[in-house]
């Protein structure tokens, strides 16, 4: 590849260590020079050509300042941004902020829109520490969150939202007692609202459950209902009719299947009480 394209097939982080170095090359620039321009350490550099470390948005910002590219930099940053999220996730959320009726079923974790800042946090500072995304990302992504639940729970016709979760999810530690308590209580606090169904899928349903991942069910303005699958790596939006035809049946007999919201919230409550 010449010094004067960018590999378009690279990762958004080596796309903009590509376009660093090439820049700074063609300005006669060592690395010791821009860092000294740029107000960082001539390693920091050397990792960001390299692609082995993502940039911040001030660093990229500065990159533009400093190479008078308006705001190329800032664009490849904001790449490296989305690129934090799961495949697929930015199109569901789309859906999401649209639809009359959201059916969800999580299996291991509090629905995102349920999960409080706390909690949220939590989940991505653990991420941090594994090294799957860096700090600013794992900030970026509990804010996105708190965007999605803003523009589904706070708008003034928020729909009508059905969340089924699995009994692991309220039994599962997560940040400690006292962030899993407060998060157990917003649960309870959102169960209140007329518009949100809370159930419990208990654990004695074995193989009985129709689900072994994540989905949301989504119903859009237009009636139509589109569906939301997630892995580890990445997320997708299913159009299909048959397969969301089969999904909603599913989800059906998993709603017969579950505790009655009575019983679950009961069920909470007990695990509230267990973290005093």
């Known amino acids: 590849m010449s010094e004067q394209a960018t590999d378009v097939t690279s990762s958004p982080v080596l796309r903009f260590g590509t376009e660093l170095r090439r820049l700074r090359r063609q300005r006669g620039w060592s690395q010791d020079e821009l860092a000294r321009r ?3 350490s001539n390693t920091l550099i050397s990792y960001l050509e390299r692609g082995q470390r993502s940039p911040t948005k001030y660093f990229a910002v500065k990159a533009d300042e400093v190479f008078d590219t308006g705001q190329a930099f800032y664009g490849l940053w904001r790449r490296i941004d989305r690129a934090s999220l799961l495949e697929g996730v930015e199109e569901f959320t789309d859906a999401e902020g649209r639809c009359r009726r959201l059916r969800t079923f999580e299996i291991s974790l509090i629905p995102g829109l349920f999960q409080t800042p ?3 946090e939590a989940l991505a500072m653990a ?11 794992a900030e970026e992504a ?4 708190a965007i999605r639940q803003k523009r589904v729970l706070n708008r003034a016709d928020p729909p009508r939202i059905h969340a089924v979760v699995d009994e692991g999810c309220i039994n599962r530690l997560i940040g400690g007692p006292k ?3 407060r998060q157990l209580d917003h649960v309870i606090e959102l169960a209140d609202r007329p518009n949100i169904t809370v159930q419990v899928a208990p654990l004695s349903l074995g193989e009985l459950a129709p689900f072994t991942f994540p989905i949301v069910l989504l119903t859009l303005p237009d009636r139509s209902v589109v569906g939301y699958g997630e892995t580890h790596a990445r997320g997708y939006l299913e159009r299909g009719r048959v397969m969301c035809a089969n999904w909603e049946r599913d989800y059906d007999q998993l709603v017969v299947e579950s505790l009655s919201t009575v019983a679950s919230l009961d ?3 007990t695990v509230r009480k267990g973290l005093e």
């Open 38 to 40: 740029m107000g960082y």
């Open 118 to 120: 706390e909690y949220a």
């Open 127 to 137: 991420a941090v520490r594994r090294g799957s995304i860096t700090k600013v990302q």
């Open 142 to 145: 509990v804010a996105f969150l």
């Open 179 to 181: 962030v899993m308590a």
């Open 267 to 269: 069920v909470i409550r």
